[in-house]
C-alpha cells in the first residue's frame, strides 16, 4: 500500500475510481447533444445528470472488478489496487449510481429508460468479463451507438437519432476501444485479458480505428438531409488530416503515447462534427 494510497480520502477514491476524464467527457457530449437537439432546460438537466450517474456506475464497477489484475500490474496510482477503497465499497456505489442513472431517465420516457438501460447493461458486461474476449468492441459500438439517441429520445416527441448519427456514434465507440486499450496491452496480456486489440497488435488497432473515424466523419458530413456545409467539412477535413497522420505515424514506428493522442484527438474532432450537424 502506498503512502499516497492511505492519505487519499474516502470521496477523492471515489471520484478517482470513476475513470474521471472519460465520464466527464462523454457527461458533457450529452449536454452538447442536447443542446442541439433544443431539448427544454428540465429535460436537459435530468439527462446530463442521468448519463453522469450513468458513467459513474460504469468506472467504479470497472476498477471494483479489475481491482486484483491492477494490484498485480502495480497499478497503485489506482484506488483500489493502492488500497485506499475497497472493491465492496466500489460496487455497492456503483450499483447505486447505477439506480439512480435510470431513475433520473425515467421522467424524460420509457423510451430512454430502455436506451439507457441497454448502453449500461452492455457497458457492464464489458466490464464482467466480455473485454478479454474477440467480442470486447461490441459493447462500445453498442453504447456509443445509442448515445446521440439519448437527446432525441429525452424529447417531448421521442424518436431515434437519425441512422447516420448512429454509425458516427458506433464508430466513435470503436475507436475509443482500440485506442484506449494499446496503452495496457502488455499489462492485459499478464493479467490474462485478451480482447480484440489484444488480438489485432497495436499497430493494428490504431489503423482500423482511424479509418473508422473517417468513416464515422464520412456518415456525419454526407447524412444530414441538408448537405454538407462550410463548418462541417471543415471539421470533416480535420478528422481526416488528423487520422492519416496517426496512420502514417503507426506504420513508420511503433504506437506510442503520440499516436494514442493523434487518434483521441480525431475521436474528439468527430465527436464536435456530430454535435453541429
Known amino acids: 500500500m502506498t503512502d499516497a494510497a492511505t492519505t487519499r480520502s474516502p470521496l477523492r477514491a471515489l471520484w478517482g475510481a470513476t475513470h474521471p476524464g472519460p465520464t466527464l467527457v462523454v457527461t458533457v457530449l450529452s449536454l452538447a447533444l442536447g443542446i442541439a437537439a433544443g431539448l427544454e432546460p428540465w429535460r436537459l438537466g435530468l439527462l446530463v445528470v442521468a448519463v453522469f450517474a450513468g458513467q459513474v456506475s460504469v468506472g467504479l464497477s470497472n476498477d471494483a472488478i479489475d481491482g486484483a489484475r491492477d494490484a498485480a500490474v502495480g497499478r497503485t496510482d489506482k484506488p483500489i489496487a493502492g488500497g485506499a477503497l475497497t472493491p465492496e465499497r466500489a460496487l455497492a456505489v456503483a450499483v447505486g449510481a447505477l439506480?439512480?442513472?435510470?431513475?433520473?431517465?425515467?421522467?424524460?420516457?420509457?423510451?430512454?429508460?430502455?436506451?439507457?438501460?441497454?448502453?449500461?447493461?452492455?457497458?457492464?458486461?464489458?466490464?464482467?468479463?466480455?473485454?478479454?474476449?474477440?467480442?470486447?468492441i461490441v459493447p462500445f459500438v453498442l453504447s456509443f451507438g445509442l448515445f446521440p439517441s439519448f437527446a432525441t429520445l429525452a424529447g417531448p416527441d421521442p424518436a431515434l437519432a437519425a441512422p447516420w448519427a448512429a454509425l458516427a456514434g458506433a464508430a466513435?465507440?470503436?475507436?475509443?476501444?482500440?485506442?484506449?486499450?494499446?496503452?495496457?496491452?502488455?499489462?492485459?496480456?499478464?493479467?490474462?485479458?485478451?480482447?480484440?486489440p489484444h488480438r489485432l497488435g497495436a499497430r493494428g488497432s490504431v489503423l482500423i480505428a482511424a479509418a473508422g473515424i473517417v468513416v464515422g466523419a464520412l456518415a456525419v458530413l454526407l447524412g444530414p438531409s441538408g448537405g454538407a456545409d462550410a463548418v462541417g467539412t471543415v471539421f470533416f477535413a480535420a478528422v481526416v488530416v488528423v487520422a492519416v497522420v496517426t496512420a502514417v505515424l503507426v506504420l513508420v514506428r511503433p504506437p506510442g503515447r503520440a499516436v494514442f493522442q493523434m487518434t483521441m484527438l480525431a475521436a474528439l474532432l468527430l465527436a464536435a462534427q456530430l454535435v453541429i450537424a
Do not use: C, E, F, Q
Open 172 to 196: 466513435l465507440g470503436a475507436a475509443v476501444h482500440l485506442t484506449n486499450v494499446v496503452r495496457d496491452l502488455d499489462d492485459d496480456r499478464r493479467t490474462g485479458v485478451r480482447g480484440l
Open 99 to 136: 439506480v439512480v442513472a435510470l431513475l433520473l431517465s425515467a421522467p424524460l420516457g420509457a423510451a430512454l429508460v430502455a436506451a439507457h438501460a441497454i448502453a449500461l447493461a452492455s457497458a457492464w458486461a464489458y466490464n464482467a468479463g466480455l473485454k478479454s474476449t474477440p467480442l470486447s
